[in-house]
C-alpha cells in the first residue's frame, strides 16, 4: 500500500477506543475500521454519552469528531478530570480542516483529516498506543 503498508486484522488486539462522534454514518465507518484492526469500540454520538461511558470504563484512546468548538469543549472537559478518570487518555481528532499543532494545543495527541486513509487511522491509534 502507497504511504503505510497493511494493518492486520489484529494489529489494534485489545485496545479499546471510545468514538465520539454526531454523524451516523462516519461513526459506522470509524468503528468499522477500528473493529478491522482489532480494536475494541464503543461509539457514542455525543460528548455527553462519552462521559456517560468514561464514568464506567476508562478507554485506551478517544477518537473525536464533533464540530470543531465541541471537540475543543470536550477536549478540555477531558483533561480538566483526575488522571483515573481519563484525564489523561490519548485523543485523536478527526477533521476536515486543522492544524496538528493547533489540535496539540487544544489537547489533542494527532490529528486526522477527512477524507480518512483508514491504514493511516489504523497506524495513528497503534503509535499513540506504543508511546
Known amino acids: 500500500m502507497p504511504g503505510g503498508g497493511f494493518f492486520s486484522i489484529d494489529s489494534l488486539r485489545g485496545v479499546w477506543v471510545l468514538v465520539v462522534d ?4 462516519r461513526r459506522r465507518t470509524l468503528v468499522d475500521i477500528l473493529v478491522y484492526c482489532g480494536a475494541l469500540v464503543t461509539p457514542v454520538a455525543s460528548a455527553e454519552d462519552a462521559f456517560g461511558v468514561m464514568r464506567q470504563i476508562k478507554p485506551d484512546l478517544l477518537l473525536v469528531a464533533l464540530t470543531d468548538d465541541e471537540s475543543v469543549s470536550f477536549i478540555r472537559r477531558v483533561r480538566s478530570l483526575k488522571p483515573e478518570d ?3 487518555v490519548p ?9 496538528d499543532d493547533l489540535a496539540r494545543s487544544r489537547g489533542f495527541q494527532a490529528l486526522l483529516r477527512i477524507p480518512l486513509d483508514p ?12 508511546v
Open 22 to 25: 454526531g454523524d451516523p454514518l
Open 86 to 88: 481519563s484525564g489523561v
Open 91 to 99: 485523543a485523536v481528532v478527526v477533521t476536515r480542516c486543522g492544524d
Open 119 to 130: 491504514w493511516k487511522l489504523c497506524r495513528v491509534v497503534s503509535n499513540l498506543m506504543t
